[in-house]
T-cell receptor, first 117, second 113 residues
Framework: AQTVTQSQPEMSVQEAETVTLSCTYDTSENNYYLFWYKQPPSRQMILVIRQEAYKQQNATENRFSVNFQKAAKSFSLKISDSQLGDTAMYFCAFMKHVGTSGSRLTFGEGTQLTVNP | DAGITQSPRHKVTETGTPVTLRCHQT?????MYWYRQDPGHGLRLIHY???????DKGEVSDGYSVSRSKTEDFLLTLESATSSQTSVYFCAISDLDNGPEAFFGQGTRLTVV
């Protein structure tokens, strides 16, 4: 079974600064996907970024980038130029390589990020 | 946004009563999922479906049942609600032809008193 751990329950950052959220996972799989989801106060789960384990290059999406360290089983999210709208709960999630079970996700506990003006 | 609608959005019910939550999608995605969200646990998979009438258990399935009689609808039933089932419930969908990502509904806040 897979486990995902987010060791930072809460974090805060000043507007326009950079913040990094940590995530570690445990798996015996070699092929898998990792995701970061954002949950603002509206409760909607929003996909932020995705990383395929077979890709060595770290994924980036505008101000969001990841540091994927496969050997260390680490998957951190860096948010650059933080904005007030980035205030949300962030979840790290693991998914085995797709198969008949589809996109079953294992989530971490979440990190509440607050961006201060 | 993916076309996923959960109903109801909020519900308060009494211990011991049956409750059914509905997830409706307009994306024709093959896979559908029910998760529950609790503080300190993130989201945990309750049940999922990989086709009409094809369902399987997730990690926290005790006390829940599901049904999928049509591609677009996935129902989650609490046969006899308990206070431990007070939670926020999310439906998600995916279709491997469109990538591995799962897309989520707006969530249903269920309170069992």
């Amino acid at each position: 079974a897979q486990t995902v751990t987010q060791s930072q329950p809460e974090m805060s950052v000043q507007e326009a600064e950079t913040v990094t959220l940590s995530c570690t996972y445990d798996t015996s799989e070699n092929n898998y996907y990792l995701f970061w989801y954002k949950q603002p106060p509206s409760r909607q789960m929003i996909l932020v970024i995705r990383q395929e384990a077979y890709k060595q290059q770290n994924a980036t999406e505008n101000r969001f980038s990841v540091n994927f360290q496969k050997a260390a089983k680490s998957f951190s999210l860096k948010i650059s130029d933080s904005q007030l709208g980035d205030t949300a709960m962030y979840f790290c999630a693991f998914m085995k390589h797709v198969g008949t079970s589809g996109s079953r996700l294992t989530f971490g506990e979440g990190t509440q990020l607050t961006v201060n003006p | 946004d993916a076309g996923i609608t959960q109903s109801p959005r909020h519900k308060v019910t009494e211990t011991g009563t049956p409750v059914t939550l509905r997830c409706h999608q307009t994306e024709n995605h093959r896979y559908m999922y029910w998760y529950r969200q609790d503080p300190g646990h993130g989201l945990r998979l309750i049940h999922y479906s990989y086709g009409v009438k094809d369902t399987d258990k997730g990690e926290v399935s005790d006390g829940y049942s599901v049904s999928r009689s049509k591609t677009e609808d996935f129902l989650l039933t609490l046969e006899s609600a308990t206070s431990s089932q007070t939670s926020v419930y999310f439906c998600a969908i995916s279709d491997l032809d469109n990538g591995p990502e799962a897309f989520f509904g707006q969530g249903t806040r269920l309170t069992v008193v």
